[in-house]
């Protein structure tokens, strides 16, 4: 399958929807059944930011409208590109789709499970290393670690997304639906993981600059009622391109980057300001922690362990019920029994009735990379971070919380530069990652016959941010009683 | 609690590559492929690593990290290696891995070999599985030339057949 030119339409005939950000959006009957299906109607329980709404009142969207705004956007370029009507369709699905795996309080939730799959995968080193005394032991499966789930590189929700895509073949399950219409569950759900045998498309669903951030950057800040997160999407769109001799991949025309720029700043203050925000994070941190503890205390009635998330998702009676309404009320619930620990205690008042701790350190660092200054002032920030550190007791370390929070390892950058991509990926040399490296953002010239990496285009701040890290230090307390 | 990246240590001396290989492009593909085909069944060595699809191949960044590891945990997990060794039941796969490493096939050695083996999988197991088997393995085939011009048609369907082989594939 290649994506051609052509001036045929999609055919629609599934009604029209009226977005809140992007308009009318007209849908085909196969986007309209699944719409309607239980499992895409259970993401208007989810909300797109978690509990970020005890820190922005305006946080209440869902994932339900973000999913309808992918299709948009993608819908969007897919014209602009001028895609034939069938890659058009199977480009909509997948993002409509994306997302349709995702947790309860999204991403707060999954980090809860990707902790449990780690601890998964530790184990089944463990298995593979040492003596065995009485000779038995059965080497792990494959499924071992993520039952039933494909072992794409990529991140949970999304592999639970390709999961449900691909085996909810019963009535009304997504499977069943895009047989029912004809299309190939297989090729949407690798699109979604962005392992598709098309570069283009992961590029399209998967990479720095694709459909899905480019939604949700403009939706949470429209939403939230700040200006972090905008940009100039219509603009960004019209520079698309897919050079001829190119090996099909997706280029920006040279004349779009400062909108790509602005792309860039607005994703990286939308991270600093919203998702890294200091109230933010010790609620998110809390409602993890408290999850875990609840998921590990075998509440399998109520919640799924990790080794039963597939088969929770392949029963619909189970998997539309797992919205964020039901996690709260799980935690009433535990609350009410007193099944947990009583140092736990505090994790709820943190979730349940916002009693937020203090941050009693917190310091913001930039520095360049690789310079030894810079990181003499980092190590004198963890170190202050840490002695003010309150003792236990007062602090949260008891419940597993982390009392202090830093990105040694993780610091927020605007933009990856040439030299890290290289040391990170599975590339030979630069001509061959330019030419072939799924996540980068490209720039080409107006005959599109010279093709770079953005942090390479001197016109770019890219080519300065690339070698910025923003690193944050906190430390908390809880509020005496 | 053993961490991955000990263990990728002692499969990397278990294959006669050094922690230091991996201070090069050609020492870190090979960590890659050999750690996908360690996880497939005939081999038996799960440890959970997820792969996509790259240029040269599947591709893990989560391996990619335990690389960065080893380099930086160099002198631990030499002494890890030292002082730990693969179950007795895991020897069996860890042989027959070390057979299937070494295969020279139709010009291919070696790397070139592990590295076509392992897209020709990937694109076979994962995002061509849906695909009747003939046009399956056509696709499989013509979709590995695309990402490897370099590489012959003929020489991807020698490997295809020794894939099958292995059972690696059942076509």
């Given at each position: 399958m290649r994506a051609t030119a052509t001036s045929n339409d999609l055919e629609y005939g599934g009604g029209r929807i009226y977005e809140s950000l992007h308009g009318f959006i007209h849908l085909t009957k196969v986007e309209k059944e699944i719409i309607d299906s239980p499992y895409f109607q259970r993401?208007?329980?989810?909300?797109?930011?978690?509990?970020?709404?005890?820190?922005?009142?305006?946080?209440?969207?869902?994932?339900?409208?973000?999913?309808?705004?992918?299709?948009?956007?993608?819908?969007?370029?897919?014209?602009?590109?001028?895609?034939?009507?069938?890659?058009r369709q199977i480009l909509r699905l997948a993002a409509l789709l994306h997302d349709i795996g995702h947790f309860p309080l999204s991403h707060t939730i999954e980090e809860a499970y990707s902790i449990e799959e780690k601890a998964a995968k530790a184990n089944l080193s463990k298995k593979l290393v040492g003596s065995t005394p009485n000779g038995e032991m059965t080497i792990p499966s494959a499924q071992e670690s993520t039952p039933g789930l494909s072992s794409a590189?990529?991140?949970?929700?999304?592999?639970?997304?390709?999961?449900?895509?691909?085996?909810?073949?019963?009535?009304?399950?997504?499977?069943?639906?895009?047989?029912?219409?004809?299309?190939?569950?297989?090729?949407?759900?690798?699109?979604v993981v962005g392992s598709s045998d098309q570069m283009l498309f992961n590029q399209l669903m998967h990479s720095d600059i694709d459909a899905d951030q480019m939604d949700y950057l403009i939706r949470d800040a429209t939403s939230l009622g700040i200006g972090y997160g905008r940009f100039d999407i219509e603009f960004l769109i019209e520079c698309f391109t897919v050079p001829k001799d190119g090996n099909n991949i997706l280029c920006i025309k040279e004349k779009g980057i400062h909108t790509v720029d602005h792309y860039l700043l607005a994703k990286y203050f939308y991270y600093v300001q919203i998702l890294h925000h200091r109230t933010r994070w010790i609620i998110e941190a809390a409602a993890q922690q408290l999850y875990l503890n609840i998921v590990r205390n075998g509440s399998a009635d109520q919640i799924p362990a990790f080794s039963s998330l597939t088969k929770w998702a392949g029963d619909p009676l189970k998997w539309i019920s797992f919205d964020d309404a039901h996690v709260m009320s799980v935690f009433r619930q535990t609350e009410t029994a007193g099944t947990l620990p009583t140092e736990i205690g505090c994790l709820f008042d943190i979730v349940l009735r916002r009693k937020i701790p203090i941050c009693v350190y917190e310091q913001t660092v930039n520095c360049q990379r690789n310079d030894p200054a810079g990181h003499l002032a980092l190590e004198a920030c963890r170190k202050a971070m840490e002695s003010a550190a309150p003792d236990s007791g007062t602090d949260l370390s008891a419940t597993g919380v982390k009392l202090h929070q830093c990105h040694p390892r993780k610091p927020f950058r605007p933009v990856k530069n040439l030299e890290d991509r290289l040391r990170e990926s599975e590339h030979s040399d630069k001509d061959e990652l330019i030419k072939s490296d799924r996540d980068v953002i490209r720039i080409c010239d107006k005959k599109a016959k010279s093709?770079?990496?953005?942090?390479?285009?001197?016109?770019?701040?890219?080519?300065?941010?690339?070698?910025?890290?923003?690193?944050?230090?906190?430390?908390?307390k809880i509020k005496p009683s | 609690m053993i961490e991955q990246?000990?263990?990728?240590?002692?499969?990397?001396?278990?294959?006669?590559?050094?922690?230091?290989?991996?201070?090069?492009?050609?020492?870190?593909k090979y960590f890659q492929k050999i750690v996908y085909f360690a996880q497939q069944a005939p081999f038996g060595l799960n440890m959970g690593f997820g792969f996509s699809l790259h240029p040269h191949g599947p591709y893990s960044k989560e391996l990619s990290e335990c690389a960065k590891r080893i380099l930086q945990q160099g002198q631990e997990c030499a002494d890890f290696c030292t002082n730990n060794h693969f179950r007795p039941e895991v020897q069996t796969g860890l042989e027959q891995l070390k057979t299937f490493a070494a295969i020279n096939t139709s010009g291919l050695v070696g790397l070139d070999f592990l590295e076509v083996a392992a897209t020709l999988h990937f694109l076979w197991t994962g995002p061509l599985k849906h695909l009747a088997v003939r046009e399956r393995k056509e696709r499989v085939i013509a979709s590995c030339n695309e990402l490897k011009p370099h590489f012959q048609n003929s020489a991807c369907q020698v490997v295809f057949t020794e894939l099958e082989n292995w059972k690696l594939i059942a076509a």
């Open positions: 993401l208007r329980q989810v909300k797109q930011l978690g509990l970020a709404h005890l820190v922005f009142p305006g946080g209440e969207h869902t994932r339900f409208s973000h999913s309808l705004g992918v299709l948009w956007v993608i819908d969007r370029i897919s014209r602009h590109l001028q895609f034939d009507p069938n890659t590189d990529a991140a949970l929700h999304e592999r639970m997304s390709q999961y449900i895509i691909e085996h909810t073949d019963m009535p009304l399950g997504i499977t069943n639906i895009l047989k029912k219409h004809d299309f190939e569950p297989n090729i949407i759900g690798s699109i093709i770079e990496l953005v942090d390479q285009n001197a016109a770019s701040l890219a080519s300065t941010l690339g070698n910025i890290e923003t690193h944050v230090f906190r430390a908390y | 990246h000990y263990v990728l240590s002692l499969l990397l001396r278990e294959m006669g590559k050094s922690i230091e290989d991996l201070n090069q492009f050609e020492g870190r």
